[in-house]
Each structure stands twice: as C-alpha cells, then as structure tokens.
C-alpha cells in the first residue's frame, strides 16, 4: 500500500472511480484512495468482498474474516472492480 502520493498527483483523486457504479453480488477490492478519508484501519486495505447493497452514496460490502462474515460501509472511490 502506498504510503504517499506523488507530489503531483497529491490531493487530486479520479472522478471515474469517485462515481463508478456496482451492482449487488459484484466482487471487488478494497484500494485505499488516499487523498479521500477511510475510515477503518489499514488491515482492509486489498481485502476482497461482494456489493451486498447500495447505501446513500456508499456500498455494504461482505467481506470475510477468517470464518466470519463482516460488513462494510465503502466508499466507491476505495473500490476496485474484480472481474
């Protein structure tokens, strides 16, 4: 995980991944957005899941740790898309 953006690129961040959509049951992954807060701890970052539902403008993802399922309240900027 990158510790730091570039000089450049600092503070900026892509409106492609700040609007994308997922539909439910879709698998993705999740790539902190550094210049966009988080929220949770590090230890998610590159985790995978499934979209269980829109929520306001974040989604509900499952993602499992070890036997046990959590969910998640993300972003869509801190998501990528697994195909």
């Known amino acids: 995980m990158p510790r730091k953006k570039s000089p450049r690129t600092k503070g900026k961040f892509s ?3 700040f609007f994308q959509k997922f539909n439910e049951g879709d698998r993705v992954a999740v790539a902190q957005e550094l210049s966009v807060r988080f929220g949770y701890s590090k230890r998610l970052q590159g985790r995978t899941g499934k979209v269980v539902e829109k929520q306001g403008a ?3 993802v499952e993602i499992k740790d070890f036997n046990k399922s959590k969910l998640y309240l993300i972003k869509p900027v801190h ?4 195909k």
Do not use: Q
Not at 79 to 82: N, P, R, S
């Open 58 to 60: 974040a989604y509900k």
């Open 15 to 17: 409106f492609t991944r």
């Open 79 to 82: 998501l990528i898309k697994i």
